[in-house]
C-alpha cells in the first residue's frame, strides 16, 4: 500500500538555489529514505534518517523527520543542473520493502 | 561490476506472449525484489526474496511468477501479458539489519506490450 506522498509534484528552479521537497506518511516506521531517479534510470539511495532521529546531513542534502507529523523534508542547497531529476521518499516500517511515494520531480534550470 | 543488473534493459512484445525477466546482484545481499512503475512514476512492490524464499507477495496477478534459483538472483516470469503490464519493473536486492535496509536497485526493464 501507498505510503509516502510527496510535495510538490514538480519543482523547477534555478541553479544555485535550494530546492526543499516534502514527505508525508502514514504509519509508525523505522526509518524513512530519500532516492533519486535520473530520467531512465534506476533509483539510487540518497540519505536515511531513523525514527529517533530529527535531522541528518550529508553534502548538500539535509534530510529532516517529525514523526509526530509524519512528515520530512529534503533539502537540496546550491542546487545544480546535474540535481535535475526525480526524488522519492521510501518508508520502512519494519518489513522487508520499502514503500515509496509518488516523487517529486525537480528541474534545474542554468 | 554492476551491483544489480537486470536483463533485458527493453522488451517490446504482443499481447498474450510469455516473457521472463532476469536480475543478478553480487553484492551478497539476502533479499531481493521486484517493483513496478508505472506511468506516473509510482514505484509499488510486488514481491520480495529472501534467501530464496517468498516473504512477500502483493496482490499481483498470478500471471506473474517470480523465481530465485539462489539468492543472488531473482526472475520474473510473467504469462499472457496485458496491455496494462506495459510499466518499468525495477529489481532491488538489501541486506535488512544492515545499513537500515538501503536498497541497492538495478537499471530497470521497460515492458511495453502491444
Known amino acids: 500500500s501507498q505510503q509516502g506522498e510527496e510535495d510538490p509534484q514538480a519543482l523547477s528552479i534555478q541553479e544555485g538555489e535550494n530546492a526543499t521537497m516534502n514527505c508525508s506518511y502514514k504509519?509508525?516506521?523505522?526509518?524513512l529514505q530519500w532516492y533519486r531517479q535520473n530520467s531512465g534510470r534506476g533509483l539510487v539511495h540518497l540519505i536515511l534518517?531513523?525514527?529517533?532521529?530529527r535531522e541528518k546531513h550529508s553534502g548538500r542534502l539535509r534530510v529532516t523527520l517529525d514523526t509526530s507529523k509524519k512528515s520530512s523534508s529534503l533539502l537540496i542547497t546550491a542546487s545544480r543542473a546535474a540535481d535535475t531529476a526525480s526524488y522519492f521518499c521510501?518508508?520502512?516500517?519494519?518489513?522487508?520493502?520499502?514503500?515509496f511515494g509518488k516523487g517529486t520531480s525537480l528541474l534545474v534550470t542554468p | 561490476d554492476t551491483a544489480v543488473s537486470q536483463t533485458p534493459k527493453y522488451l517490446v512484445t504482443q499481447m498474450g506472449n510469455d516473457k521472463s525477466i532476469k536480475c543478478e546482484q553480487n553484492?551478497?545481499?539476502?533479499?531481493m525484489y521486484w517493483y513496478k512503475q508505472d506511468s506516473k512514476k509510482f514505484l509499488k512492490i510486488m514481491f520480495s526474496?529472501?534467501?530464496?524464499?517468498?516473504?512477500i507477495n502483493e496482490t499481483v496477478p498470478n500471471r506473474f511468477s517470480p523465481k530465485s534459483p539462489d539468492k543472488a538472483h531473482l526472475n520474473l516470469h510473467i504469462n499472457s501479458l496485458e496491455l496494462g503490464d506495459s510499466a518499468v519493473y525495477f529489481c532491488?536486492?538489501?541486506?535488512?539489519?544492515?545499513?537500515?535496509?538501503?536498497?541497492?536497485f538495478g537499471p530497470g526493464t521497460r515492458l511495453t506490450v502491444l
Open positions: 526474496y529472501n534467501n530464496k524464499e517468498l516473504i
Open positions: 534518517i531513523r525514527s529517533n532521529e
Open positions: 521510501a518508508t520502512d516500517a519494519g518489513g522487508y520493502a520499502l514503500n
Open positions: 553484492l551478497g545481499h539476502d533479499t
Open positions: 532491488a536486492s538489501s541486506h535488512p539489519g544492515l545499513r537500515d535496509n538501503e536498497q541497492f
Open positions: 504509519t509508525s516506521i523505522n526509518n
